[in-house]
């Protein structure tokens, strides 16, 4: 990654840190049934198939990009591994960007993509009543807002380093400032383009964190995923214990020696294939086979 020799993340606009990703992109290994872009009440979406069944469960998956990167074509692989490895539907939302769409403009696309998702279920090949929302680290953080906001009944959300207090004040801040990979400068400029200066940091539909107790405990059972040299570890941590502390159902694996991002990165890393395949294999067990 460092010979790739790229400006750090705070030194770029969003177009050029968009650039960026899309010279890293490589196509998909991953081959699956099939695909099919959706218009998701009016926000983009992909839906992954792993066979032809018509009673597929299905997970909403929110990308990473800490709310300014990321499309349908940066998560692709990801997506189709855990379609396959769950033998369950993802739909993928491709939900608005900061800055040109700051908070809550990414919020209300996964919202309005996941009640689509239940209201449309059949004509997707797939089951209203066994669904689940997730998502890598910004995503997750809305997958968590999802689950607190409940428009559809969740059988369960996979959550993937969320960002669940942008206050930044847990400790791993400090010791993981440098990344690799996701640095707290880096934090720092995704959280201003996606609420600027001015925002309640606080605010549970922001900063998850800070949600009342009652409605942490309304979750839907949960699979939390951290990693040891990433800024966020600590927050998800937390929001683990919290959980299962409040009564959620809750798996939670921190992986040693990864950092931010690698759950996308099987093609590279042994522990991503795992990740991916334990999110997968815990998605088929609670959405049924």
């Known amino acids: 990654m460092a010979s790739l020799g790229e400006p750090p993340l705070e030194s770029c606009s969003p177009e050029e ?33 792993p066979n032809e069944r018509d009673d597929l469960g299905l997970l909403v998956f929110l990308h990473g990009g800490g709310w300014v990167l990321g499309n349908l074509e940066t998560h ?7 379609a396959n490895s769950s033998s369950h539907a993802v739909l993928s939302v491709d939900y608005r960007l900061a800055p040109e769409h700051p908070y809550p403009a990414p919020l209300e696309d996964a919202i309005t993509a996941t009640q689509w998702a239940h209201d449309n279920a059949a004509s997707l090949g797939c089951s209203p009543d066994r669904m689940a929302v997730g998502g890598d680290s910004a995503g997750a953080t809305l997958a968590i807002v999802v689950g607190h906001l409940a428009p559809v009944p969740l059988r369960y959300q996979l959550l993937v380093y969320p960002a669940t207090d942008l206050t930044r004040s847990f400790p791993s801040f400090v010791e993981n400032a440098a990344g690799p990979q996701l640095t707290a400068a880096g934090m720092g400029w995704f959280i201003h383009h996606y609420v600027g200066a001015d925002a309640n940091l606080t605010d549970p539909r922001l900063s998850p964190h800070y949600a009342a107790d009652h409605v942490v405990a309304a979750s839907p059972p949960t699979m939390l995923i951290t990693a040891q040299y990433d800024p966020l570890r600590d927050e998800g941590d937390a929001y683990a214990a919290r959980l299962a502390t409040l009564g959620v159902p809750t798996s939670h694996v921190r992986f040693s020696g990864m950092y931010h991002g690698f759950f996308s990165l099987a093609d590279f890393l042994d522990d991503a294939v795992a990740a991916n395949h334990m999110a997968g294999a815990a998605l088929g067990r609670v959405l049924g086979r």
């Open 17 to 49: 840190a968009r650039e960026i990703r899309a010279r890293r992109q490589r196509p998909s290994t991953e081959s699956i049934h099939e695909t099919r872009d959706v218009d998701a009440g009016g926000v983009p979406a992909r839906l992954y198939r």
């Open 76 to 82: 692709d692989n990801l997506r189709r591994i855990l």
